[in-house]
């Protein structure tokens, strides 16, 4: 079972992520984490990767790919994956689906949370944040006891310069135009698979698991 992820930032794609790899014993594979794996191990990839870093450009897509499938094509990758976080554009997933194909293999499920943008914006502008501790809180559905103050250590909670409305509309709009495209692109390969993610979580996860089990 291999597995991509879709929906824009805030649409809760990573939690769902998460709740499906445990529930199927399946890596969640982020590029974010091989990247920092990779250049930890000192690999010749991982290297190669962060002469890219270290200038502030993009790793190019052949070599994110070059990284992904070595971690793919470890042991406890057999029975399946889940992509988070990649492919994010039309050129990434045709480098992805032109690699795969090369080892007689191919993605089986593109889930789209989908979340409409009015929303998200109002479910990231309702979080807050403790600096010190680090305990995040909603102001609707997980609300501090004091409006304001963490529970846990007492200090004060701040909207991060993230979840500010105007960032993030910034980030919808990226969204919108280098990764919505892969909705198409995988409707297309009869992949797709949809999924309300306005429902509660719990809801969310098991239309998923109905999709899965068909």
Avoid: W
Avoid at 33 to 56: H, P, S, V, W
Avoid at 77 to 90: A, N, Q, V
Avoid at 141 to 146: A, G, L, N, Q, S
Wanted: aromatic fraction near 6%; glycine fraction near 8%.
């Amino acid at each position: 079972m291999k597995i991509i992820m879709l929906g824009a930032p805030g649409a809760g794609k990573g939690t769902q992520a998460q709740m499906i790899a445990g529930q199927y014993h399946i890596p969640h594979v982020s590029t974010g984490d091989i990247f920092r794996a990779n250049i930890k191990n000192g690999t010749e990839l991982g290297m190669e990767a962060k002469k890219y870093m270290d200038q502030g450009l993009l790793v190019p897509d052949e070599l994110t790919v070059k990284i992904l499938l070595d971690r793919v094509a470890e042991e406890d990758c057999k029975d399946g994956y889940l992509l988070d976080g990649f492919p994010r554009t039309i050129p990434q997933a045709e480098v992805l689906d032109k690699a795969l194909a090369e080892l007689g293999d191919a993605i089986d499920y593109a889930i789209n949370v989908d979340v409409p943008d009015e929303n998200i914006v109002k479910r990231m502008s309702g979080r807050r944040a403790c600096l010190s501790c680090g305990s995040t809180y909603h102001m609707e559905h997980i609300p501090p006891k004091k409006e304001g103050v963490c529970d846990k250590c007492g200090n004060d909670l701040v909207l991060r310069d993230d979840d500010k409305p105007e960032t993030v509309l910034n980030r919808l709009e990226v969204y919108h135009k280098q990764t919505q495209p892969l909705i198409q692109f995988y409707e297309e390969k009869g992949v797709l698979k949809t999924v309300d993610g306005t429902k509660p979580m719990k809801e969310v996860f098991d239309s998923i698991v109905e999709i899965l089990e068909k």
